[in-house]
């Protein structure tokens, strides 16, 4: 528990009020003093989120953490940059500002754009919340110069755990990335997000590529339809990465290579890099 998720919880057993307040909805609310009082959690509801109703404009491709800790952003940017590869794409970061994972992968810095601060990294455009969203509002991604834009949107861990509650129409029209760990607690969890997102979905499974029994045995019956179908990709775990985090250098090219697979997985029609 954080130390912002204590401090509310003692506002609120002051207040009086016991509702279920986790550390997610602390983040969304931004300041842990509002949690006093009987009021609902601020973080997005789906239907504030742009991408999310059915008849998404533009091309969408939604990169997701199956659980906590996947690595959803080092995929996001490896998907992003095997897709632009064949045109140009959008980047879009929708995490709280301090916790990023792209904070440092533009190469260049752009400045800011009202809610969004813009990069560049070679042809890739990376934008960034650049402050909490307002009553949990999420602002739609920047314009592009381009007719019919390709966006990867870097979901993480916490706005995936929003887009699953309630549960339902998860995503509508994007097509989507679901990242994994390759461990036993991890598909186990992966598995339930693959069960609400319900079509069609690749996974970046993050490890050995060769995976251990019990790992295997553990898999239900989504995640071992799409490894027999080779939907699943492997993503190597990177020494570097682990230490410094994305920056403006190259992708390892493990972990580029894997991105272009997956790329070829999801582009839309006539469209694979």
């Known amino acids: 528990m954080t130390v912002e998720a204590m401090r509310a919880a003692v506002i609120a057993i002051r207040s009086g009020n016991f509702d279920d307040l986790n550390d997610l909805d602390v983040v969304w609310r931004g300041q842990a003093s509002r949690a006093a009082g009987p009021v609902a959690a601020s ?58 994972g792209l904070v440092a992968a533009p190469a260049i810095e752009m400045g800011t754009d009202g809610a969004w601060r813009r990069g560049r990294r070679n042809r890739l455009d990376v934008v960034r919340l650049t402050r909490h969203p307002a009553d949990g509002v999420l602002p739609p991604p920047p314009e592009t110069d381009d007719a019919e834009p390709l966006r990867v949107v870097d979901a993480g861990w916490s706005l995936t755990r929003t887009l699953l509650d309630p549960p339902g129409s998860v995503v509508g029209g994007a097509m989507v990335v679901v990242v994994t760990r390759v461990t036993v607690p991890s598909v186990r969890q992966t598995e339930q997000l693959l069960a609400a997102v319900g079509g069609e979905a690749a996974v970046a499974a993050v490890g050995p590529a060769r995976w251990p029994r019990l790992v295997e045995v553990s898999c239900g019956p989504r995640l071992r339809e799409l490894r027999s179908r080779g939907q699943v990709v492997p993503v190597p775990i990177d020494r570097q990465l682990q230490i410094a985090g994305l920056t403006g250098d190259r992708l390892p090219k493990p972990v580029a290579a894997a991105g272009r697979s997956l790329a070829a997985l999801v582009a839309p029609a006539g469209e694979t890099p």
Request: hydrophobic letters at 50%; zero cysteines; a negative charge.
């Open 43 to 100: 973080r997005p509801a789906a239907s504030s989120i742009p991408w999310v109703a059915s008849n998404v404009g533009d091309p969408v491709v939604l990169v997701m953490a199956g659980h906590a800790g996947a690595g959803a952003s080092t995929v996001a940017l490896a998907v992003a940059e095997g897709l632009a590869e064949a045109r140009r794409v959008q980047l879009v970061d929708y995490a709280e500002p301090v916790q990023s």
